[in-house]
């Protein structure tokens, strides 16, 4: 019998670099539509190139969600969760980046610097990066597919070393793993992709936790006016206390014609749709100044469709971005964002409303689609909430 919060070394069924692996509790979906279990998984010792991390905490992400509806893919079982930091226990053969006992947010944009998007020095945009090569199992011994390439719901993973970002060890771990994916996605949406600047006026559509990491975003890079946009009264008093100036009950009032009047009768500057569906992206795009940016943050579903008039995409000049996981790159961006919190100028710890343990992830999916929750956290080790 295995003790809580411990992890027990067994026979690698595979044989894998001879003779170890973990046995650990990860949360798992088995099937389309099914609810998630807390499974028996087998996890490796890295090979070469890969890192195993114990995982310290993990964010309750819509992703997660949607893998376990089957709206990303079909290869179940998944191992959920991706959102996360922890420590590294141990590191593979031609691994120098990392070294056991550092604290690391993982990341699922790992870059491989020799795609012609790392070619011309934009590594954000990477299009070859980089997972770890062998399989985690369940106890029966079915490989599990790990949500984007992590598989965090555990008490270890399997990683590609590109994967893990090393900051500040000072940091709680659970907020830092936030930035692995929601938070980053929000402010990169701000910064990197909207190129948010003092002075600019910002509008913010949906803000839940995407969101309302673009406001926070927004107000680090000197945007004065910063208006917050959502249906639920709940979120918008969120968005205040991330940085919002004003904020628009779309319930209650037009979108586009609200923030064109808290913009001088002009429109944003920068406008970011969080949600992803064809109206909100309309009223960004009707809602934004003559040459002003459209940043589309929020995932749409495969279905969705929008029409415009043509001459409406002329005349109105600017720019329409997607921004895909806020543009960053992990090795800059995860370090520099955890010293601005430290130094007390980024709310990194705001954006988690619950602390839970891996048993309560079902739980929290159905807080998060009722929109209760900023972030649940799952938090692992000995200090794990019991359930």
């Given amino acids: 019998m295995r003790v809580r919060g411990c992890v027990r070394k067994i026979m690698s069924p595979q044989g894998r670099l001879g003779d170890v692996a973990h046995e650990v509790r990860g949360v798992v979906a088995r099937s389309k539509g099914e609810p998630a279990t807390v499974e028996t998984i087998i996890v490796p010792d890295p090979g070469p190139g890969e890192a195993l991390v114990r995982v310290r905490a993990c964010g309750v992400c819509h992703t997660d969600l949607h893998y376990r509806e089957g709206a990303v893919g079909a290869e179940f079982p998944y191992l959920l969760g991706h959102e996360a930091a922890g420590e590294v226990v141990a590191v593979g053969d031609g691994v120098a980046d990392v070294v056991p006992g550092d604290l690391v947010v993982l990341n699922w944009r790992a870059v491989c610097g020799r795609c012609r998007a790392c070619r011309r020095g934009r590594p954000w945009y990477c299009f070859d990066t980089f997972n770890a090569e062998q399989p985690m199992r369940l106890a029966s011994g ?21 994967q893990c970002t090393k900051v500040d060890p000072a940091v709680a771990p659970a907020a830092a793993g936030l930035l692995g994916c929601g938070v980053m996605a929000g402010v990169g949406a701000a910064i990197n992709t909207g190129a948010v600047s003092r002075g600019d006026s910002v509008a913010v559509i949906g803000c839940g936790g995407v969101g309302n990491a673009a406001i926070a975003g927004a107000l680090l890079a000197g945007a004065t006016t910063i208006i917050g946009v959502d249906i639920d009264g709940r979120k918008l008093a969120w968005a205040r206390e991330f940085g919002a100036t004003d904020v628009i009950d779309a319930r209650e009032a037009d979108v586009v014609a609200g923030i064109q009047e808290l913009t001088g009768g002009f429109g944003a500057d920068v406008v970011i749709d969080a949600v992803g569906r064809p109206e909100t992206w309309k009223q960004a795009f009707y809602a934004r100044d003559l040459a002003g940016t459209v940043v589309l943050v929020g995932v749409p579903t495969p279905e969705a469709t929008v029409e415009l008039p043509l001459l409406d995409v002329f005349s109105r000049g600017g720019a329409l971005k997607s921004s895909w996981y806020g543009d960053c790159l ?30 309560q992830v079902e739980g929290a999916f159905a807080r998060m689609a009722r929109g209760e929750v900023l972030r649940s956290v799952v938090v692992l080790g000995e200090t794990a909430p019991l359930g």
């Fill in 330 to 359: 992990p090795s800059r961006d995860f370090p520099m964002l955890v010293d601005l919190h430290r130094q007390g100028r980024f709310p990194l710890d705001r954006f988690v409303t619950e602390e839970i343990g891996l048993a």
């Fill in 142 to 162: 079915e490989p599990l597919s790990p949500a984007l390439g992590i598989g965090a719901f555990a008490e270890l993973t399997l990683v590609h070393s590109g």
